[in-house]
């Protein structure tokens, strides 16, 4: 198993539809999460942590599972400019910190 | 601030040529990290380091080194190049792994013929 899961997509949804991605890690003991933005052929860069309480910013929710090991991001009211690959980071052994391989998101008009 | 820095932003190189692509960055983070990025495979860390003189090893290794003799720069060094390392490679620092932003810099594009 991987250690840091994502469904790779692309998720094609119309403009203002919500879609949720989920993200599976193995490492029980990760306490820090985050999801990351990736524009094509750019770097990717922080959409938002995700706390144990779960964290709401704008149209963009993020919460953890710890029972189940997942993290998920949810979008509200999609945009155009939402469509991007979105990547989830898991703390894991040592001071490593691992991305998942990115769900690719798709928003049409 | 300049961020996070890396050059060159594309490389060419021939089967068994070695390199150093070079990252830099003025934030005085102690964590700093190269990651290669393949289509499909999401970004796999190479190696990274979590302050000057200390490094360790990430998912893929093998045929890069690294070293970190200053806070400020963290050069990965490909010993002789193979096809199998055309990748986008992307350089990033935090302030420290846990639960701190990474920053990453603009990628250098190397192939390898």
């Known amino acids: 198993r991987k250690e840091v899961e994502q469904d790779p997509g692309p998720f094609n949804v119309p403009e203002g539809a919500t879609v949720a991605f989920n993200c599976t890690y193995s490492?029980?003991?990760?306490?820090?999460f985050f999801w990351y933005r990736q524009d094509c052929r750019k770097e990717p860069k922080l959409l938002m942590s995700v706390y144990s309480s779960g964290n709401e910013d704008g149209r963009f929710t993020a919460q953890l599972n710890r029972a189940s090991q997942y993290i998920s991001l949810l979008i509200r009211d999609s945009k155009l400019s939402d469509s991007a690959t979105y990547l989830c980071?898991?703390?894991?052994?040592?001071?490593?910190?691992?991305f998942g391989a990115g769900t690719i998101l798709r928003v049409k008009s | 601030n300049a961020g996070v820095t890396q050059t060159p932003k594309f490389q060419v190189l021939k089967t068994g040529q070695s390199m150093t692509l070079q990252c830099a960055q003025d934030m005085n983070h102690e964590y700093m990290s190269w990651y290669r990025q393949d289509p499909g495979m999401g970004l796999r860390l190479i190696h990274y380091s979590v302050g000057a003189g200390i490094t360790d090893q990430g998912e893929v290794p093998n045929g890069y080194n690294v070293s970190r003799s200053t806070t400020e720069d963290f050069p990965l060094r490909l010993l002789s190049a193979a096809p199998s390392q055309t990748s986008v490679y992307f350089c990033?620092?935090?302030?420290?792994?846990?639960?701190?932003?990474?920053?990453f810099g603009p990628g250098t594009r190397l192939t390898v013929t």
């Open positions: 990033a620092s935090s302030y420290s792994y846990r639960g701190y932003e990474q920053y």
């Open positions: 980071v898991a703390p894991q052994g040592g001071n490593k910190l691992v």
């Open positions: 490492n029980s003991a990760s306490q820090s």
